[in-house]
């Protein structure tokens, strides 16, 4: 499956929804070819950073992300592989 999600529209997305201080988005589609779920999407990492995070839980951070990603989730995002830390985390 070819899907029309990118990196950059990912980017932006995520840019929006939890205006972050540091974000780097690397699609790893290409590492999954042949794999079953690549036919169903495009698989990326993310690394965020955003005070939006303060005071929640890894699983919470998460779900902020997945809200944010939702709408390219339903146009073929097969995998997100997520590390969200808050300002104060990415500064040790």
């Known amino acids: 499956m070819s899907s029309g999600v990118t990196a950059e529209r990912l980017r932006a997305a995520l840019d929006a929804a939890l205006h972050p201080v540091g974000l780097a988005v690397q699609d790893d589609s290409h590492l999954h070819a042949g794999h079953a779920g690549a036919r169903e999407g495009g698989h990326f ?35 997100l592989a997520i590390e969200a830390r808050t300002p104060a985390e990415a500064k040790r």
């Open 45 to 79: 990492t993310v690394r965020i950073t955003s005070s939006a995070f303060d005071g929640l839980s890894r699983v919470a951070r998460h779900r902020l992300v997945y809200d944010a990603a939702r709408p390219l989730i339903a146009e073929g995002i097969h995998a």
